[in-house]
């Protein structure tokens, strides 16, 4: 089975597209192939370099397995059906763009002869076994191929579903007639979160039971912004207590969703589901209790944090704790200063209280506060998450960043 059968034999969108990339006909001259002769791997270890957007192994479905692993930070394996065709798709693959500028593949053969895939799901897919878990397919965001239309989940601009059109590298054409000797790239439109723009399918969490008096737009960001990029809040007019939260992509909502459906917030339980709008319009603006806009872009808010692969990285998703992770205080923040802080805000003190030795070249501490009970802490991360620390004589303020830990007590 050569390379184009095995495009064909899976559902793919773009087959034509990849067709043009790798040319009509014969992919390897006689020279390549006598490289490869002695090679007798048919497993691929590619990794992903200048990562801007985020990948997800049911994007590969021209493999017969995959396995991507978060720990090896953009590492692919693959398991074509054939030597051959793995040959080929090294040969063909190797240096390209999965979009244009961006998402480099470099391939090698690994050494394994076969991989182990337990389940099939964004991480991992056999393509020869479907009962592996597998999902529905024709929900969530729409899944696309290499170098064909960008995802749903990035906007489109002024070139429609593709880009300009660019020359073919050379190494692309090997030596074929009939390779087109130009391409249409993609050209995604990056938004302010870089990788998390636009409004894929069940971007938009609905989350009723918010205090009228004590919760704002600010706040809904300090607490959602946990598990993902934050578009924009809207309160709902026609219903008190009830917000809708645009995030960066349906990940983020369902990890929302899983963290903080049910949790308690100042008295009342949150009821955090998926919302059938595809996006946040800012209509029936109104003023909220406390005299802040019932609407809030937080597009180009710097207290995001999943706005590169590698901050996003650097995020570790937990459910709410009674214990706090606190970073990004100046030096000079004491455990006064932390209980003046809660005082000041009209939310519960912390009962325990731990700083980390910060390095001899360290400008801001980080450590952890214990409150008694999980609820008390995630009001107190609601309202005193992104304050602004202010030093004497000093030129900028330093932002309070707190997240929930993995500790379970100090």
Known sequence: MNLYTLLDSKPFSTTQQVRGLLGQGTLM??????????????????????????????????????LYSREMEYKLWCMFESVFCAQKAKAALNGADIYAGCCTLKIEYARPTRLNVIRNDNDSWDYTKPYLGRRDRGKGR????????????????????????????SR??????????????????????????????????MVSGLHQLKMNCSRVFNLFCLYGNIE????????????????????????AVTHLNNVKLFGKRLNVCVSKQHSVVPSQI??????????????????????????????????????????????CVTEETFVKLCEDHEVLSFIKYKVFDPKPSAKTLSGLLEWECKTDAVEALTVLNHYQIRVPNGSNPYTLKLCFSTSSHL
């Open 29 to 66: 001259t006689h020279r390549v192939e006598i490289k490869f002769s002695c090679c007798q791997f048919r497993i691929l270890s590619t990794q992903l370099q200048w990562m801007y957007y985020i990948l997800c192994a049911t994007l590969l479905e021209k493999f017969s397995a995959s």
């Open 142 to 169: 729409q899944r696309q191929a290499i170098l064909g239309e960008h995802p749903s989940s990035f906007r489109h601009d002024g070139y429609g579903s593709h880009g300009p059109l660019l020359p073919l590298p």
């Open 172 to 205: 692309y054409r090997m030596g074929s007639r009939d390779t087109p000797e130009l391409v249409a790239y993609p050209l995604p439109q990056a938004s302010s979160s870089y990788m998390h723009g636009g409004n894929p399918s069940g971007s938009v969490v």
């Open 232 to 255: 924009k809040v809207k309160f709902m007019k026609t219903i008190p207590g009830t917000a809708l939260v645009e995030m960066g992509d349906e990940y983020a909502v369902e990890r």
């Open 286 to 331: 109104f003023e909220l209790e406390d005299g802040t806009s019932s609407y809030k872009d937080f597009a180009m808010s710097k207290n995001n944090r999943f706005t590169s692969a590698g901050q996003a990285s650097k995020n570790i998703i937990q459910p709410p704790s009674c214990v706090l992770h606190y970073y990004n205080v100046p030096l």
